[in-house]
């Protein structure tokens, strides 16, 4: 994560960890969100993270990336398009990337689903979710 995202890196954070009130093993993740001004802590382990300093909540990643979905869909869209191109070892189709998705954030996947047709942007041809072929429901 160093090389791939520098700027994610937080210092300094460490004499707030002991006045953080959430779980003691996840105190340090509350401490570096407070002291980088973060609003939202994403998580699977949101029982851990229930008593948080004012100004900074919880979400899974699945209500994370509904909370962003419903700001600019379109623009998600083309994002999970764009980073499907994009992947390469292995390359992934667009249908492919939302299966994966899917097993991790069902609801936001769901939405992209349900707004691609809506929209009438659905998967380009050949490109059927291989969740469907196998007869996993959308």
Do not use: C
């Not at 939202?40 to 300093?53: C, E, G, K, Q, S």
């Not at 390469?88 to 939302?98: G, K």
């Amino acid at each position: 994560m160093k090389a791939a995202f520098p700027e994610a890196r937080v210092t300094g954070y460490e004499s707030l960890v002991a006045s953080m009130r959430n779980h003691p093993k996840d105190a340090h993740v509350a401490a570096a969100a407070v002291k980088a001004g973060a609003q939202v802590i994403v998580t699977m382990n949101l029982a851990d993270f229930r008593h948080l300093p004012e100004g900074i909540e919880a979400q899974s990643p699945d209500e994370f990336l509904g909370n962003l979905f419903d700001l600019d869909r379109d623009g998600l869209v083309d994002l999970l398009r764009e980073q499907a191109a994009a992947l390469r070892r292995p390359p992934r189709r667009f249908a492919e990337l939302i299966a994966g998705l899917a097993k991790v954030v069902p609801e936001f996947v769901a939405s992209v689903r349900a707004h691609m047709n809506a929209s009438g942007t659905g998967e380009p041809e050949g490109e059927a979710d291989p969740l469907a072929r196998l007869g996993v429901p959308q």
